[in-house]
Every structure is written in structure tokens, then in C-alpha cells.
């Protein structure tokens, strides 16, 4: 079985950092896509950001210029760079890859920003 596991979140100041963790472990053969989304309390769930396999990336606005995606291959991870970190960014934080061509979802990590 295929599994992602988020890594990384927790409670920070407005202004500080953090580095959010995705591997997947079991089975893989590829892994094509991988996205970070995020879900706030009473809000939508929001794409933050995806980085292909080919290593594109695409942003939300509300992060561009403050979150970076980057992936490593050889350990199967996906990480998500979170610098000038706003107490808007608070929000559990899924990690979604497409790995031999099905869809996983991680369980999410929380991250907080305090103001």
C-alpha cells in the first residue's frame, strides 16, 4: 500500500518559517504531480501549490513569493518552504501526490501562525 505522510507543521510567530514534509512510502513506481493544500476552519480547502514531476510549479497569489515547493526523487519527498509566514496561513496543511497514477492524500499537518 501507498502512503504519504505530512511532516513538519506547529506553532509560529508571524514573520517565521516552517517546513512542511510529504513522503511516500509502499509500492511506487512513479510519482507524477504533488500538491499542498490547506483547509482553515470554516473555509474551502485551498490549492497552495503544486510541483509536476518534470519540476514545474504553480502558486496560489496569496503565496507566491513566500511559500516555495521542491521535491527529491531519490526519497520520494515533497517539502513545502514556508517563509514570512501571516496568522491567514494558519490551516491543517494535505499533502496530495498522483502515484502510479492514482490520487493519495496525506493526513494533514496543522500549522499555526500567531499573531
Known amino acids: 500500500q501507498v502512503q504519504l505522510v505530512e511532516s513538519g507543521g506547529g506553532l509560529v510567530q508571524a514573520g517565521g518559517s516552517l517546513r512542511l514534509s510529504c513522503l511516500a512510502s509502499?509500492?511506487?513506481?512513479?510519482?507524477?504531480?504533488s500538491t499542498w493544500y490547506r483547509q482553515a476552519p470554516g473555509k474551502q480547502r485551498e490549492l497552495v501549490a503544486t510541483?509536476?514531476?518534470?519540476?514545474?510549479?504553480n502558486y496560489a497569489d496569496s503565496v507566491k513569493g513566500r511559500f516555495t515547493i521542491s521535491r527529491d526523487n531519490d526519497k520520494n519527498t515533497v517539502y513545502l518552504q514556508m517563509n514570512s509566514l501571516k496568522p491567514e496561513d494558519t490551516a491543517v496543511y494535505h499533502c496530495?501526490?498522483?502515484?502510479?497514477?492514482?490520487?493519495?492524500w496525506g493526513q494533514g499537518t496543522q500549522v499555526t501562525v500567531s499573531s
Open positions: 496530495n501526490a498522483v502515484i502510479n497514477g492514482l490520487h493519495y
Open positions: 509502499g509500492r511506487i513506481f512513479r510519482i507524477y504531480d
Open positions: 510541483i509536476t514531476s518534470g519540476g514545474i510549479t
